[in-house]
C-alpha cells in the first residue's frame, strides 16, 4: 500500500474514462420519451410586463406546453429560497422580496426568464419561443452597486435605496481607538471584479415524472444532490422528500456556480410532471453569461493603524457587494460571514469593524465563486500590507514578519473569532522567498529595454467550511469489488482517486477493485456536497470511520471463521490474522465468504457505514509571489515567474493537489489581468461571450514553481490534512497585482484595480486622465 497509499502521486483514477470519451455528463442523458425545453429571457434589465402571450407557441408544430410564472404561481411553485437569514446592523432582518423562477410582473435583469418552452426537440423549442409575445415597459435600470444605493431606481418594492442588508461585525469604540492612538495610518479603496464562472460543462438537468409512484428522478450537473432534492420537493413540487430523487454523474467543472438551485430547474421538474414526460433543458453558453450566479463584485474601503514599530494595531473594513437583482441561495453569506473568516489575513490584528452593505442591481445574480469571501478578504489585506509597507519605508516581507502569528502561539483565537489551529506563516514565507530568488530580484528588473519588471508577494490564509457533517458507507459487492458512498460530489478535482487511497490505506484493498458511489439521493441518505474546499477533510474522516467500523466487524467474522476469540485477531495491510500464527485471511476473501455467515454482534457481512461531525475546519495557507513584466508602449502585462508554497498539512495525493493549485492560481491570474463582467448603464451584458470576456490560456502563465510545507499538519481532524481546492485562487490576485505596482512604482504608481488590462495599465502609466470604459 505504501505504493499507493496516502502521500503517493497516483494517477487520477478516473482520467482513463474522461480522455477515452466515457464520461457520462447530464446533457449525454437521453431518455425514451424526452422533450425539450427552451427558456423565453427577457431582453431587457427592468421593465413592467404589460403582458405574455403564449397562444401561438402553444399552437406552433411539436409543442408539448408552455409555461408561465403565473401558472407556477397559481401552483405555489414560483418562489426560490435564499437560505442565509441576516441581521442588520439596527437589529432589523435583511430584506426578503424572494427571486421568482419565472417573472410575473416585473423583470429585473436581462436574460431572466419570461416563459419555459417545452418541445419535441430543442429546434421545435427555439422556433415555438420566437412566438412568445411579451409586451415590457422599460424602465430606468442601475447595474453598479455603489450607484444603486444611492439611485432612484428601486430593483424591489419596499426595498429602500436598494439596500438589502447592512451587516457589521466588531464594535467600532476599539477600532476608533487604535486608529487615534496610531503613528501610522494606511488606507485603501479597491475594487475586486466581477465574473463568471465558464465551467467546460454548463448547467443541465433531465427531469422524468413516475405518475405511478409520483415521484420524480432529476438528473443534474450540481456540486451535491441534496440541497436540490430540498427545494425541488419542498418549493416546487410541494411533495415528501422521499419522492424526489436527484442524481448527479460526472461534472465538468463547477467552481462553487453548480452548488445552487437555478429557477431551470424548477421549469423543468414543473413541466416533466405536469406534460407527465421527462424534460431535457441545457444552457448555451451564452444563456451560462447571462443567468449563471457571478462571483465576486466588491468595492471596499479598509484601513490598517500601525504603531511605531509597525506592529498593526486595528483594521477597518466597509465593503459594498452586488447581489444582482434576487439573493441566490448562498448570497449575503459570502461576503460576509465567509470573508469574515480570514479578513485579518495571518496577521495579528488587534481589533476589526467589518461592515458590508449589500445591494440589489439590476444584474444577474451573485454567489460564491472559488474562494467564496476568502480571496475577497485576503487580497484586501495583502494590498493593505503593501502599501503600509511603502508609505513607511519599511521592508515588505519584514512588515509581514513583524506581525504574523508566531507559530508558538498556535492555537490562535483571532480578532474575528476563528481559533487557527495550527501554522508557520514565517518558515513557509522564508521557503518561497528562497526558491523565488527573491534576493536576487533586483538583478532581474531592469533585464529588458521596454520592459517594467516587477515581484509581488501575497500571504494567504483561507477557511475551509460548509456543512460539518458527512456520511460514507462500504460495501463489498458480489463481483469482488468494493464500494464506496459518499456525501461529497466530484466535479473534475479526482476524488475517485483521492478517496480510493484513503481507503486503501485502511482496508488494504488494491485501487482498481475501489468504485466511487456519489450523487444519487436515493442511495445515499444525506451528504454535504461539494464546496468550500471541504471534501478531503470531512469525507476523508467519514471514509476512515467506515473502514474502522468494517475493520470491527471483519474481526467478529474472521474469529469465527479461524475459530479462536475476537480479541485473538490482528488486521493489517488487508489481513486478517491470528495473532502469533500464520494463520489468516485476506479481506476480500472474507467479505465473500462473510455473507452468508452468521456471527453474533454483527449482521450484513462487513458492510458499514459512518456518519462524523467535524469539531473545527482547516487553515490551509501558502505564500505566493509573482514576478510580471509591462511592455511600456501597450501596457501589456506578462507574469513571467510564479512560485508557491502552500501548507497543506498532510498531501494524501501530491499530483492531484498540484492541479488544484494550478487551476486556482490560473484563475486568480484571470481575475487579476483579463477577466471582467460588464454591464453598461441600461444593465445590457455587453461582454456576453468568450469574444468579449477574455479568459486566460495556457500561453498567458508560466511553468509553476509549486512545493508544499509539511511541517505544520492540522490539529483539527485525524488525518492532519488541510483542503487545497480554493487555495490558488485566494493567494493569486494579490500576488499579481501587488507585483504590477512594484513595477510602476517609480512613477509613483501605489494603485490599480482588477483586472489589470493593458488599456488601463497604459493609461495609470501614462497618467491618461480620460475615464477607461473597462472602469
Given at each position: 500500500?505504501?505504493?499507493?497509499?496516502?502521500?503517493?502521486?497516483?494517477?487520477?483514477?478516473?482520467?482513463?474514462?474522461?480522455?477515452?470519451?466515457?464520461?457520462?455528463?447530464?446533457?449525454?442523458?437521453?431518455?425514451?420519451?424526452?422533450?425539450?425545453?427552451?427558456?423565453?429571457?427577457?431582453?431587457?434589465?427592468?421593465?413592467?410586463?404589460?403582458?405574455?402571450?403564449?397562444?401561438?407557441?402553444?399552437?406552433?408544430?411539436?409543442?408539448?406546453?408552455?409555461?408561465?410564472?403565473?401558472?407556477?404561481?397559481?401552483?405555489?411553485?414560483?418562489?426560490?429560497?435564499?437560505?442565509?437569514?441576516?441581521?442588520?446592523?439596527?437589529?432589523?432582518?435583511?430584506a426578503d422580496p424572494g427571486r421568482p423562477v419565472?417573472?410575473?410582473?416585473?423583470?429585473?435583469?436581462?436574460?431572466?426568464g419570461l416563459a419555459f418552452v417545452v418541445a419535441?426537440?430543442?429546434?421545435?423549442?427555439?422556433?415555438?419561443?420566437?412566438?412568445?409575445?411579451?409586451?415590457?415597459?422599460?424602465?430606468?435600470?442601475?447595474?453598479?452597486?455603489?450607484?444603486?444605493?444611492?439611485?432612484?431606481?428601486?430593483?424591489?418594492?419596499?426595498?429602500?435605496?436598494?439596500?438589502?442588508?447592512?451587516?457589521?461585525?466588531?464594535?467600532?469604540?476599539?477600532?476608533?481607538?487604535?486608529?487615534?492612538?496610531?503613528?501610522?495610518?494606511?488606507?485603501?479603496?479597491?475594487?475586486?471584479?466581477?465574473?463568471?464562472?465558464?465551467?467546460?460543462?454548463?448547467?443541465?438537468?433531465?427531469?422524468?415524472?413516475?405518475?405511478?409512484?409520483?415521484?420524480?428522478?432529476?438528473?443534474?450537473?450540481?456540486?451535491?444532490?441534496?440541497?436540490?432534492?430540498?427545494?425541488?420537493?419542498?418549493?416546487?413540487?410541494?411533495?415528501?422528500?422521499?419522492?424526489?430523487?436527484?442524481?448527479?454523474?460526472?461534472?465538468?467543472?463547477?467552481?462553487?456556480?453548480?452548488?445552487?438551485?437555478?429557477?431551470?430547474?424548477?421549469?423543468?421538474?414543473?413541466?416533466?410532471?405536469?406534460?407527465?414526460?421527462?424534460?431535457?433543458?441545457?444552457?448555451?453558453?451564452?444563456?451560462?453569461?447571462?443567468?449563471?450566479?457571478?462571483?465576486?463584485?466588491?468595492?471596499?474601503?479598509?484601513?490598517?493603524?500601525?504603531?511605531?514599530?509597525?506592529?498593526?494595531?486595528?483594521?477597518?473594513?466597509?465593503?459594498?457587494?452586488?447581489?444582482?437583482?434576487?439573493?441566490?441561495?448562498?448570497?449575503?453569506?459570502?461576503?460576509?460571514?465567509?470573508?469574515?473568516?480570514v479578513l485579518t489575513g495571518v496577521y495579528d490584528?488587534?481589533?476589526?469593524?467589518?461592515?458590508?452593505?449589500?445591494?440589489?442591481?439590476?444584474?444577474?445574480?451573485?454567489?460564491?465563486?472559488?474562494?467564496?469571501?476568502?480571496?475577497?478578504?485576503?487580497?484586501?489585506?495583502?494590498?493593505?500590507?503593501?502599501?503600509?509597507?511603502?508609505?513607511?519605508?519599511?521592508?515588505?516581507?519584514?512588515?509581514?514578519?513583524?506581525?504574523?502569528?508566531?507559530?508558538?502561539?498556535?492555537?490562535?483565537?483571532?480578532?474575528?473569532?476563528?481559533?487557527?489551529?495550527?501554522?508557520?506563516?514565517?518558515?513557509?514565507?522564508?521557503?518561497?522567498?528562497?526558491?523565488?530568488?527573491?534576493?536576487?530580484?533586483?538583478?532581474?528588473?531592469?533585464?529588458?529595454?521596454?520592459?517594467?519588471?516587477?515581484?509581488?508577494?501575497?500571504?494567504?490564509?483561507?477557511?475551509?467550511?460548509?456543512?460539518?457533517?458527512?456520511?460514507?458507507?462500504?460495501?463489498?459487492?458480489?463481483?469482488?469489488?468494493?464500494?464506496?458512498?459518499?456525501?461529497?460530489?466530484?466535479?473534475?478535482?479526482?476524488?475517485?482517486?483521492?478517496?480510493?487511497?484513503?481507503?486503501?490505506?485502511?482496508?488494504?484493498?488494491?485501487?482498481?477493485?475501489?468504485?466511487?458511489?456519489?450523487?444519487?439521493?436515493?442511495?445515499?441518505?444525506?451528504?454535504?456536497?461539494?464546496?468550500?474546499?471541504?471534501?478531503?477533510?470531512?469525507?476523508?474522516?467519514?471514509?476512515?470511520?467506515?473502514?474502522?467500523?468494517?475493520?470491527?466487524?471483519?474481526?467478529?467474522?474472521?474469529?469465527?471463521?479461524?475459530?479462536?476469540?475476537?480479541?485473538?485477531?490482528?488486521?493489517?495491510?488487508?489481513?486478517?490474522?491470528?495473532?502469533?500464527?500464520?494463520?489468516?485471511?485476506?479481506?476480500?476473501?472474507?467479505?465473500?465468504?462473510?455473507?452468508?455467515?452468521?456471527?453474533?454482534?454483527?449482521?450484513?457481512?462487513?458492510?458499514?457505514?459512518?456518519?462524523?461531525?467535524?469539531?473545527?475546519?482547516?487553515?490551509?495557507?501558502?505564500?505566493?509571489?509573482?514576478?510580471?513584466?509591462?511592455?511600456?508602449?501597450?501596457?501589456?502585462?506578462?507574469?513571467?515567474?510564479?512560485?508557491?508554497?502552500?501548507?497543506?498539512?498532510?498531501?494524501?495525493?501530491?499530483?492531484?493537489?498540484?492541479?488544484?493549485?494550478?487551476?486556482?492560481?490560473?484563475?486568480?491570474?484571470?481575475?487579476?489581468?483579463?477577466?471582467?463582467?460588464?454591464?453598461?448603464?441600461?444593465?445590457?451584458?455587453?461582454?456576453?461571450?468568450?469574444?468579449?470576456?477574455?479568459?486566460?490560456?495556457?500561453?498567458?502563465?508560466?511553468?509553476?514553481?509549486?512545493?508544499?510545507?509539511?511541517?505544520?499538519?492540522?490539529?483539527?481532524?485525524?488525518?492532519?490534512?488541510?483542503?487545497?481546492?480554493?487555495?490558488?485562487?485566494?493567494?493569486?490576485?494579490?500576488?499579481?497585482?501587488?507585483?504590477?505596482?512594484?513595477?510602476?512604482?517609480?512613477?509613483?504608481?501605489?494603485?490599480?484595480?482588477?483586472?489589470?488590462?493593458?488599456?488601463?495599465?497604459?493609461?495609470?502609466?501614462?497618467?491618461?486622465?480620460?475615464?477607461?470604459?473597462?472602469?
Amino acid at each position: 500500500m505504501s505504493k499507493f497509499g496516502t502521500g503517493q502521486p497516483v494517477k487520477r483514477l478516473e482520467d482513463v474514462r474522461f480522455i477515452t470519451g466515457k464520461g457520462r455528463y447530464t446533457d449525454d442523458i437521453n431518455l425514451a420519451d424526452q422533450l425539450y425545453g427552451v427558456v423565453v429571457r427577457s431582453p431587457v434589465a427592468h421593465g413592467v410586463i404589460k403582458s405574455i402571450d403564449i397562444a401561438a407557441a402553444l399552437a406552433a408544430e411539436g409543442v408539448h406546453g408552455v409555461f408561465t410564472g403565473a401558472e407556477l404561481a397559481e401552483a405555489n411553485a414560483n418562489r426560490l429560497p435564499c437560505v442565509v437569514p441576516m441581521t442588520n446592523r439596527d437589529g432589523s432582518e435583511r430584506a426578503d422580496p424572494g427571486r421568482p423562477v419565472l417573472a410575473v410582473d416585473k423583470v429585473r435583469f436581462a436574460g431572466e426568464g419570461l416563459a419555459f418552452v417545452v418541445a419535441e426537440s430543442v429546434a421545435a423549442a427555439k422556433d415555438a419561443a420566437e412566438l412568445v409575445a411579451y409586451d415590457i415597459e422599460e424602465l430606468p435600470a442601475v447595474a453598479e452597486s455603489v450607484q444603486a444605493l444611492a439611485s432612484d431606481v428601486e430593483v424591489h418594492e419596499g426595498v429602500a435605496q436598494n439596500r438589502v442588508f447592512d451587516w457589521q461585525y466588531g464594535e467600532d469604540a476599539a477600532v476608533e481607538a487604535a486608529f487615534a492612538q496610531a503613528a501610522h495610518t494606511t488606507e485603501l479603496e479597491l475594487i475586486n471584479n466581477r465574473l463568471v464562472a465558464n465551467p467546460m460543462e454548463t448547467r443541465s438537468i433531465v427531469a422524468a415524472w413516475d405518475r405511478a409512484e409520483g415521484k420524480l428522478t432529476a438528473h443534474v450537473c450540481s456540486q451535491g444532490v441534496w440541497g436540490i432534492k430540498d427545494v425541488l420537493a419542498n418549493h416546487v413540487l410541494h411533495v415528501a422528500p422521499e419522492k424526489v430523487r436527484v442524481l448527479t454523474s460526472d461534472v465538468g467543472g463547477g467552481f462553487g456556480m453548480k452548488i445552487f438551485f437555478y429557477p431551470e430547474y424548477a421549469m423543468a421538474a414543473f413541466a416533466a410532471r405536469r406534460l407527465g414526460q421527462s424534460v431535457k433543458w441545457t444552457a448555451e453558453r451564452g444563456e451560462g453569461f447571462l443567468s449563471d450566479a457571478g462571483g465576486r463584485d466588491h468595492v471596499t474601503k479598509a484601513e490598517m493603524a500601525f504603531d511605531q514599530d509597525g506592529v498593526i494595531l486595528g483594521m477597518r473594513v466597509h465593503t459594498i457587494a452586488n447581489m444582482g437583482a434576487h439573493l441566490s441561495h448562498f448570497a449575503p453569506f459570502i461576503p460576509t460571514g465567509a470573508a469574515l473568516k480570514v479578513l485579518t489575513g495571518v496577521y495579528d490584528v488587534k481589533c476589526v469593524t467589518y461592515r458590508v452593505e449589500g445591494a440589489f442591481t439590476n444584474t444577474a445574480p451573485i454567489d460564491a465563486y472559488r474562494g467564496a469571501g476568502r480571496p475577497e478578504s485576503i487580497y484586501c489585506i495583502e494590498r493593505l500590507i503593501e502599501k503600509a509597507a511603502r508609505e513607511m519605508g519599511m521592508d515588505r516581507t519584514e512588515l509581514r514578519r513583524k506581525n504574523f502569528i508566531p507559530t508558538e502561539a498556535m492555537p490562535f483565537k483571532t480578532a474575528v473569532g476563528e481559533v487557527y489551529d495550527s501554522g508557520a506563516f514565517a518558515t513557509v514565507m522564508d521557503r518561497c522567498m528562497e526558491r523565488a530568488d527573491w534576493a536576487g530580484f533586483e538583478g532581474r528588473r531592469h533585464g529588458k529595454p521596454g520592459k517594467r519588471r516587477g515581484i509581488g508577494m501575497c500571504y494567504y490564509i483561507e477557511s475551509t467550511m460548509g456543512n460539518p457533517n458527512e456520511s460514507a458507507d462500504v460495501r463489498f459487492e458480489d463481483d469482488g469489488t468494493v464500494s464506496v458512498a459518499v456525501g461529497t460530489q466530484s466535479n473534475g478535482q479526482g476524488h475517485e482517486t483521492a478517496y480510493a487511497q484513503v481507503l486503501a490505506d485502511k482496508l488494504g484493498i488494491p485501487l482498481e477493485q475501489i468504485k466511487l458511489v456519489q450523487g444519487d439521493s436515493d442511495r445515499i441518505a444525506a451528504g454535504g456536497g461539494t464546496g468550500g474546499s471541504r471534501s478531503l477533510t470531512a469525507q476523508g474522516v467519514a471514509i476512515r470511520h467506515a473502514s474502522d467500523a468494517v475493520i470491527e466487524k471483519g474481526k467478529l467474522y474472521a474469529a469465527q471463521e479461524l475459530e479462536v476469540a475476537k480479541g485473538d485477531i490482528r488486521f493489517e495491510d488487508g489481513t486478517f490474522s491470528v495473532v502469533g500464527t500464520d494463520r489468516s485471511i485476506g479481506i476480500l476473501e472474507l467479505a465473500a465468504k462473510a455473507r452468508t455467515m452468521t456471527v453474533e454482534g454483527a449482521e450484513g457481512g462487513l458492510d458499514a457505514a459512518a456518519t462524523i461531525t467535524l469539531d473545527a475546519w482547516t487553515f490551509p495557507n501558502g505564500c505566493h509571489i509573482a514576478e510580471v513584466e509591462v511592455d511600456e508602449a501597450t501596457g501589456v502585462t506578462e507574469v513571467v515567474r510564479y512560485t508557491i508554497v502552500d501548507d497543506f498539512g498532510v498531501v494524501v495525493n501530491p499530483m492531484l493537489v498540484a492541479g488544484q493549485v494550478h487551476g486556482g492560481t490560473v484563475q486568480g491570474i484571470g481575475q487579476a489581468l483579463y477577466e471582467h463582467t460588464v454591464y453598461d448603464e441600461t444593465g445590457q451584458l455587453t461582454s456576453g461571450s468568450f469574444m468579449d470576456y477574455t479568459m486566460p490560456r495556457a500561453d498567458d502563465v508560466p511553468l509553476f514553481d509549486f512545493s508544499t510545507f509539511d511541517g505544520a499538519p492540522c490539529q483539527n481532524n485525524e488525518m492532519g490534512v488541510k483542503g487545497c481546492g480554493e487555495a490558488g485562487s485566494v493567494g493569486s490576485c494579490a500576488a499579481v497585482i501587488n507585483a504590477l505596482i512594484d513595477a510602476l512604482a517609480d512613477q509613483g504608481i501605489t494603485a490599480i484595480d482588477m483586472p489589470a488590462t493593458p488599456e488601463k495599465v497604459w493609461a495609470v502609466m501614462h497618467g491618461d486622465a480620460v475615464k477607461i470604459a473597462a472602469e
